[in-house]
């Protein structure tokens, strides 16, 4: 059985256009932005410019690996059906080719070198905290997470799972408020045990470890709810402990912080008292 030359390019192209329709990761889904989708196989859409760059890039590193695999695949099928023993029954004795053997290091070593460019511009991106316009501190507790904001009146408050809302499983009952555009410090720590503060939006993910404070950063350039969840298996109740992020304007920011720390008032300061009695 021979396949024709040009069904074969045919079905390089639809695998082509199969990738192509894997990399349009992060657009016209503004109707579902900052949750999970059903069937959802690609990136969630980006909030953030750190998370623009982290689509891109997977989808350049989605293209060439999709090159090599077809690359591969090729080789593997020329090998399969010219030397099979019946097509080419008295071997070749050749054991060395200088030029392929230089090529088939020098090409790999220059693919990595191309991959490491945009791979550490990003990482330099996600570390690299601008100077941040508000810091709230996330701690991690079993099993729900604890937000303060230090800048605004100092007011602590928890963000337990509501399961009266939707979306299932990541509405809270209080959360997150932030202003758009504006850089946000997000400082992590855990009160126990080890969670995981992520917002797959926002393309942020940081491990939230008793005992010490991390740090990492996000500005969302799209008002709306985003979501996220603990991403470090923290016990029993793991999966119910979700993140959720209202990014409003600077006005409907005022407004709810005026608000905030009269809600919250009965809690002052409690942030750095529940986190130093957990480090003893
Ligand atoms: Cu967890």
Redesign the pocket.
Known sequence: MKMSRGRISHRILGFAAAVATLTAAGTARADVMGQPSPWEHRLQAAATPVMEHITSFHNLLLWIISGIVLFVLALLIIVVVKFNARNNPVPSKTTHNTLIEVAWTIIPVLILVGIAVPSFRLLFQELDIPKADLTIKAT?KQ?YWSYAYPDNGKFEFDSLLATDKQPRLLAVDNEIVVPVNKVIRVQVTGADVI??FAVPSFGIKIDAVPGRLNETWFKATHTGMFYGQ??????KD?AY?PIAVRVVSDDEFATWVEGAKKKFASNPDRSFASVGAAAQ
Not at 230 to 235: K, M, Q
């Open positions: 991690g099993w969670h995981s603990c991403s470090e298996l923290c016990g793991h402990m």
